[in-house]
C-alpha cells in the first residue's frame, strides 16, 4: 500500500467516524418530548401525563409533556411529523386525528404516511349529557326538543371533525333533528362551558369532561354499540332507537416516520410496563373512564386505516368543513 493510498484510507475513515457513531449513539440521548396538541384539562393531556412517570422511569431520561394547542390537535400534531425520527418526539392523538389532514389540508401532513405509529393506548365511549338545570332525562326527550324548538338545540365538541362532531352529525342525520353545533379548543374549555350551561348538550368521553359527569351535567346517553361496563346504567344511543350511530373515541402515540426499529421496539416497551402498573391502570380506568388497549404498533396500524377510511366517509358525506 502506497504512502497517498494509506492517507486516503486514513482521511476516510475519519470523514466516516463522526457518521458511525450517530448511528451507533445510544437512545435515548436526551430529553423526550411527548407533544398533548390540546389545551390542559382534557383527556389527552391528562392520560399523557399519566403515562409520562413511567417512561420516564424506565428509559431513563427526561420525558416532557408539551402543550401544542390548535386546529383540533392538527398543528401540534404537525410538529411531530416534521420533527426528526430520533425518537425523541412523539405525539399523543385523539381521534379527530382520523380526518384532520382531510379537513385541514394546508397543515401538509398526511395521517398515515407521514407517522409512525407506536401504541393505541385506549378507547372509550362518548357520553351525550346536558347541563342539570336543562330538562331532559334520555335522548328522546331531547330529539322531541331539537324538532320542537325554531332554533333547535346547541350541542358542544372539542372541534370541528372531531368524532363527537361527525357522531352527533349522523345522529341528527337520522333522527331528522336541529343540532347546531359548537367547537371548542379542547375539552378542558369545553367542560368548563358545558358546567355553566353555556351549551344545551355536550358529548365527549368520560374523561374529556373533566369529572363534571353526574356533578354540573346529566349523562343521557353512550356511544358505543354497547354499553361500557364502567357505565351498566347509562343506554346506548343505538338502544335509544339509532342502531347506525355508534363510536368510541380512541388516544394513541405516535412518532415521525421513519423512526428505527429498534428505537419504537424500546419505546413500545416502556410503554406496556408503564400500562400495567396497577396506579396507571387505576387512574385510566376507573378516574378516567377508558378501556386500556396497548396494542402493538401494528395492530394501531391497522386500527387508524379502519378509522380513517370509515370517518373520512362521513366528512365527505355530509360536506364537513373546517370551522
Known amino acids: 500500500m502506497t504512502l497517498i493510498t494509506t492517507r486516503r484510507a486514513a482521511l476516510a475513515g475519519v470523514l466516516a467516524a463522526p457518521a458511525m457513531t450517530r448511528a451507533q449513539a445510544p437512545w435515548p440521548s436526551g430529553t423526550i418530548r411527548i407533544i398533548a396538541p390540546f389545551p390542559p384539562g382534557g383527556s389527552v393531556d391528562t392520560i399523557a401525563r399519566l403515562v409520562q412517570p413511567g417512561l420516564q422511569q424506565r428509559l431513563g431520561a427526561p420525558v416532557v409533556v408539551e402543550n401544542r394547542t390548535g386546529a383540533s390537535g392538527a398543528l401540534g400534531t404537525g410538529v411531530v411529523a416534521r420533527a426528526a425520527p430520533d425518537g425523541n418526539s412523539w405525539v399523543l392523538v385523539f381521534d379527530s386525528h382520523a380526518v384532520n389532514d382531510v379537513l385541514q389540508p394546508s397543515l401538509g401532513f398526511d395521517g398515515l404516511r407521514d407517522f409512525t405509529p407506536a401504541m393505541l393506548i385506549a378507547t372509550s365511549p362518548m357520553l351525550l349529557c346536558t347541563p342539570n338545570a336543562r330538562p331532559w332525562r334520555n335522548l328522546g326527550a331531547v330529539i322531541d326538543a331539537a324538532r320542537s324548538q325554531p332554533n333547535g338545540l346547541t350541542y358542544g365538541t372539542v372541534g370541528a371533525g372531531s368524532l363527537a362532531h361527525l357522531t352527533m352529525t349522523l345522529l341528527a342525520g337520522e333522527a331528522r333533528a336541529n343540532l347546531i353545533h359548537v367547537p371548542y379548543r379542547g375539552g378542558g374549555p369545553m367542560a368548563t362551558a358545558a358546567a355553566a350551561g353555556e351549551v344545551d348538550l355536550v ?16 349523562p343521557l346517553a353512550q356511544s358505543g354499540a354497547r354499553r361500557s361496563p364502567a357505565l351498566p346504567d347509562v343506554p346506548t344511543i343505538a338502544e335509544q332507537g339509532y342502531p347506525s350511530v355508534a363510536a368510541e373515541a380512541f388516544w394513541g402515540l405516535l412518532g415521525p416516520a421513519g423512526v428505527p426499529a429498534p428505537i419504537l421496539a424500546r419505546f413500545h416497551a416502556a410503554l406496556v410496563e408503564s400500562l400495567a402498573e396497577a396506579s ?12 386500556i388497549v396497548a396494542s402493538t404498533p401494528a395492530e394501531f396500524a391497522e386500527f387508524l386505516t379502519q378509522q380513517m377510511t370509515t370517518w373520512r366517509r362521513v366528512v365527505r358525506e355530509n360536506n364537513i368543513r373546517n370551522d
Open 280 to 291: 396507571v391502570r387505576d387512574r385510566l380506568v376507573a378516574g378516567q373512564g377508558v378501556d
Open 203 to 218: 358529548i365527549a368521553s368520560r374523561a374529556g369532561l373533566g369529572g363534571q359527569v353526574n356533578q354540573t351535567i346529566r
